[in-house]
């Protein structure tokens, strides 16, 4: 197993590990995406 490589910013965790990347989204609120987040989430889906 290759070492996990972690980033991004307080709302949006970015996680590689190996050929697998995870993307978590937590901004404390449930069902709600502000344009930071989306920003955010589309920053670590370019990194994926």
């Known amino acids: ?3 996990r490589e972690s980033e991004m ?3 949006v965790n970015y996680e590689k ?3 697998i990347s995870i993307i978590r989204l937590d901004d404390g609120k449930a069902n709600a ?3 930071a ?3 955010d989430l589309n920053a670590g889906l370019d990194q994926a």
């Open 1 to 3: 197993m290759t070492p």
């Open 9 to 11: 910013s307080e709302r």
């Open 17 to 19: 590990d190996g050929e």
């Open 33 to 35: 995406l502000s344009p």
């Open 37 to 39: 987040m989306w920003e």
